[in-house]
């Protein structure tokens, strides 16, 4: 082993180690509940994604239907 990892050895070791295996099932816990709150959240902005796409799209749909039967959905073309 290298010199230069066997503090990080000696502290595993020494702390982490036991520390790790005297909480696992409370960190096995928050890990699921961070996971299926993440899942809620990721879900939840997929939906408002997806209204309010369909908001815009309706919208640009509603104003191209306008401006068509308006007659202003003409462009000047400038010739150079």
Known sequence: MLPQTKGAKFLYDS??????????????????DAKRSASVIASEVAAATADVTASGL??????????????????DKKTD
């Open 15 to 32: 702390f982490l180690k036991d520390f790790l295996k005297k909480n696992e099932s409370k960190i096995d816990k928050a890990l699921h």
């Open 58 to 75: 309706s919208a640009a749909a509603e104003y191209a239907n306008k401006t068509k039967a308006s007659g202003t959905d003409k462009v």
